[in-house]
């Protein structure tokens, strides 16, 4: 089984929450893999607003690490694992933070 833990750095950054419904982190995986990625590191203004990633129950090595950086009109979300960045805006943004909340 997998599990999404999901910081939000604003609120409390020493504590997470966990997405444990496969159909959230369905839909969140589905967001993430209709973005532009780039090889190119982005701008990002100070410190991520969220940091989520996904594990296999009862492994602690992350199969996936994001971080998002709330920018209106430009969001920045950083793959950590395949070291890759994108610009997210507009609906698939809202979805992605509405889903982390």
Do not use: C
């Not at 893999?33 to 590191?41: A, P, Y």
């Amino acid at each position: 089984m997998e599990v999404m833990k999901v910081a939000d750095l604003n609120a409390n950054p020493t504590s997470f929450s966990q997405i444990k419904q496969q159909k959230t982190i369905k839909r969140i995986d589905d967001i993430l893999r209709l973005l532009q990625w780039q090889d190119r590191e982005l701008p990002t203004n100070g410190d991520p607003d969220y940091s989520f990633w996904l594990e296999h129950k009862g492994v602690s090595l992350r199969v996936t690490n994001y971080e998002l950086w709330l920018d209106e009109p430009n969001s920045v979300i950083i793959d950590h694992v395949k070291l890759r960045y994108a610009y997210i805006s507009g609906e698939p943004l809202r979805e992605l933070v509405d889903d982390l909340k």
